[in-house]
């Protein structure tokens, strides 16, 4: 049966999100399955760059079958 998969994409500060860790964790108790992806805004890495490897994880989730949707906050809301 597939799966909800949930991609969270956090903002500038993504070097410091255990909080937010914590708390996609809960989405769990819905069916969800939650993961962080970080976009690690500080280094180097051309955005295009990024956002092929997200495009990838998104294809190894869906590849079965499953839905995925992302949710951003702050820049990671214009990446999603």
């Known amino acids: 049966m597939p799966k909800l998969y949930i991609i969270y994409l956090p903002g500038l500060g993504d070097h410091k999100i255990n909080g937010q860790r914590r708390a996609i ?8 399955t939650a993961e962080v992806f970080q976009m690690h805004w500080a280094d180097t890495t051309i955005l295009e760059n990024k956002l092929a490897c997200l ?4 294809d190894e989730l869906t590849a079965n079958g499953n ?3 992302l949710v951003g906050v702050s820049a ?3 990446a999603a």
């Open 67 to 69: 839905k995925v949707g």
């Open 76 to 78: 990671g809301a214009s």
């Open 55 to 58: 495009l990838k994880r998104i």
């Open 25 to 32: 964790a809960l989405w769990r108790i819905y069916g969800v």
